[in-house]
């Protein structure tokens, strides 16, 4: 009979273990964001060596702090993201993404926080390039499901080559295997400034500017309303101007 009781009493021990391990793993999933993002867009997001590094980590990592949760990074392709989010396998991305019309049917956007727009790189001894209206009956490169590839997509007359990541359309263009690439601007001037056989064509009448801003899903309001406090604070403090002194070509 005393020998019954102390297995019973184990039991019930066993269970009230488990049961408080089962909650403090949920409440350490609760104070924790997985951040989906797309390593391949310097200066927003690259790799240096095996860490992640860039403006978008420096920023969700400032804003993580002030809405007091922990954040681990997901690195996939850019235009697995979305889908990423929607299956709940990232809570929030932070990809230089674009807040257009489009991707609001599907999810929430912050306040933006950087301004940018579609430029264009050819290489060094292209004469023929100067502009979005001179890129009909060429091959353009483009990598998918980024801003510059829904821009060429709606333009006739022209080739668009599609890349998994931004690093293999600079080596078609500097193979010539595409006659150009257009990429956001920040992005584009990382890759001219370190490559001497590429040239930078920025044409200001015909590229839209666009708004970065990070992505939640629909229903995550409550994360919104705190990110976007979270972001005004780090504007008003300097933590912005800071991070942008740290990132950005002049």
């Known amino acids: 009979m005393f020998k019954n009781s102390i297995i019973k009493l184990m039991i019930v021990i066993s269970i009230i273990v488990l049961a408080v391990i089962g909650c403090q793993k949920k409440q350490e999933e609760k104070n924790k964001l997985y951040v989906g993002t797309n390593a391949e867009f310097e200066p927003f997001e690259y790799r240096d060596g095996d860490k992640i590094v860039g403006f978008d980590v420096d920023l969700i990592t400032e804003i993580a702090k002030l809405i007091g949760v922990e954040i681990e990074f997901k690195d996939m392709k850019f235009d697995g993201l979305l889908p990423a989010l929607e299956s709940k396998n990232i809570d ?33 001894d292209n004469r023929d390039i100067y502009g979005f209206d001179s890129l009909q009956g060429k091959n353009v490169g483009v990598v998918l499901g980024y801003t510059g590839d829904l821009a060429v997509s709606e333009m006739s007359n022209v080739n668009v080559q599609r890349y998994g990541a931004t690093s293999e359309a600079i080596i078609a263009l500097k193979s010539k295997k595409v006659d150009a690439v257009v990429l956001d601007s920040e992005p584009a001037k ?48 300097g933590t912005y101007d800071a991070l942008i002194s740290k990132y950005f070509v002049e």
């Open 190 to 237: 990382q890759y001219f400034d370190k490559n001497n056989d590429l040239k930078l064509v920025i044409s200001l009448t015909d590229s839209v500017k666009e708004e970065y801003a990070i992505a939640m899903r629909k229903e995550d309001t409550e994360l919104l309303a705190k990110v976007n406090e979270a972001l005004q604070t780090i504007k008003d403090n």
């Open 92 to 124: 929030i991305i932070v990809a230089g993404m674009t807040a257009t019309d489009e991707r609001r049917k599907f999810v929430n956007f912050s306040d933006p926080y950087y301004e940018s727009q579609q430029t264009i790189l050819v290489h060094k």
